[in-house]
């Protein structure tokens, strides 16, 4: 990921790692507001206190809400100057390479560039900003009380070995499916700048057959890569609401044995979401 860091993209770069970092920020409130709610306000019962709480959970949201849609600009732009930057140079080394009789393949880099800049568009990208600070998460949660930042991090560190297995499990197969499109994206273009001497020769419908053959091979390692995603992803959906429910359960055992307070365990709840 070293590319992102290159001086055309390094300000917006930049940008969105602030911008996460005082959306992480913000984003503590509502679980310490909920805290202050059980602590607080129920004991004292001041409407006074739950009105100051409150217009201070719904200016962190606020906040959280500009920060995200600042990161989420910060990232589009830093997508269009790569796309800026790099469609050009590609799309002429494409003409010279057809030019030269050997530029068709060449042209792939053109949606490779596409695809980054999606990419940067895209929530994956958010997610590498947002991880960094899963350890400040853990210690707030550790810090109401100790058992429930184990039940977090070993949850955490379940969570981050199913997806290694994930992208492991996907990788090839995926690497596979975008070769085999590619090739019958090839092979389609072949047939068309060619039609008239496949026709002529009489060698129409087998050359049709073949395509046909090669896309219904496409189609099926498609499919078997969808189920396979399909599947490792309801496993991930599946795994995080256990581990809430777990840190819910355990929260709801400390405070029958007088170890936590409701609150805790609400606000705990909610940061492991």
Same mark, same amino acid.
């Given at each position: 990921?070293?590319?992102?860091?290159?001086?055309?993209?390094?300000?917006?770069?930049?940008?969105?790692?602030?911008?996460?970092?005082?959306?992480?920020?913000?984003?503590?409130?509502?679980?310490?507001?909920?805290?202050?709610?059980?602590?607080?306000?129920?004991?004292?019962?001041?409407?006074?206190?739950?009105?100051?709480?409150?217009?201070?959970?719904?200016?962190?949201?606020?906040?959280?809400?500009?920060?995200?849609?600042?990161?989420?600009?910060?990232?589009?732009?830093?997508?269009?100057?790569?796309?800026?930057?790099?469609?050009?140079?590609?799309?002429?080394?494409?003409?010279?390479?057809?030019?030269?009789?050997?530029?068709?393949?060449?042209?792939?880099?053109?949606?490779?560039?596409?695809?980054?800049?999606?990419?940067?568009?895209?929530?994956?990208?958010?997610?590498?900003?947002?991880?960094?600070?899963?350890?400040?998460?853990?210690?707030?949660?550790?810090?109401?009380?100790?058992?429930?930042?184990?039940?977090?991090?070993?949850?955490?560190?379940?969570?981050?070995?199913?997806?290694?297995?994930?992208?492991?499990?996907?990788?090839?197969?995926?690497? $596979?499916? !975008?070769? =085999?499109?590619?090739?019958?994206?090839? *092979?389609?273009? &072949? #047939?068309?700048?060619? @039609?008239?001497? /496949? %026709?002529?020769?009489?060698?129409?419908?087998?050359?049709?057959?073949?395509?046909?053959?090669?896309?219904?091979?496409?189609?099926?390692?498609?499919?078997?890569?969808?189920?396979?995603?399909?599947?490792? $992803?309801? !496993?991930? =959906?599946?795994?995080?609401?256990?581990? *809430?429910?777990? &840190? #819910?359960?355990?929260? @709801?055992?400390? /405070? %029958?044995?007088?170890?936590?307070?409701?609150?805790?365990?609400?606000?705990?709840?909610?940061?492991?979401?």
């Amino acid at each position: 990921m070293r590319w992102l860091f290159v001086a055309r993209l390094r300000p917006f770069v930049l940008l969105a790692a602030a911008a996460s970092l005082v959306l992480n920020l913000a984003l503590l409130v509502p679980s310490l507001y909920m805290l202050q709610v059980f602590e607080r306000v129920f004991a004292s019962r001041s409407l006074e206190t739950l009105l100051m709480l409150s217009l201070l959970a719904a200016g962190a949201l606020a906040l959280a809400y500009c920060m995200d849609s600042a990161r989420s600009a910060a990232l589009a732009r830093a997508g269009r100057a790569l796309e800026e930057s790099l469609a050009l140079p590609a799309l002429e080394q494409a003409l010279q390479l057809a030019a030269a009789g050997r530029g068709r393949a060449e042209t792939d880099r053109l949606r490779d560039i596409a695809q980054l800049r999606a990419f940067l568009s895209g929530p994956g990208v958010q997610a590498l900003f947002d991880a960094p600070w899963l350890p400040l998460y853990l210690l707030v949660i550790t810090a109401l009380h100790p058992l429930l930042g184990l039940v977090a991090a070993l949850g955490a560190g379940g969570l981050l070995l199913l997806s290694a297995l994930t992208e492991r499990l996907t990788r090839e197969p995926a690497a $596979g499916v !975008l070769k =085999r499109s590619r090739a019958l994206g090839h *092979q389609a273009d &072949a #047939l068309a700048r060619q @039609a008239e001497v /496949v %026709v002529g020769m009489g060698m129409g419908a087998a050359a049709a057959q073949r395509w046909q053959a090669d896309h219904q091979a496409l189609l099926a390692a498609q499919g078997t890569l969808a189920a396979r995603s399909l599947r490792l $992803g309801a !496993l991930a =959906r599946i795994a995080r609401q256990a581990l *809430q429910l777990l &840190a #819910l359960g355990v929260g @709801a055992w400390l /405070v %029958v044995g007088a170890n936590a307070s409701p609150g805790i365990m609400i606000a705990a709840t909610v940061l492991l979401g």
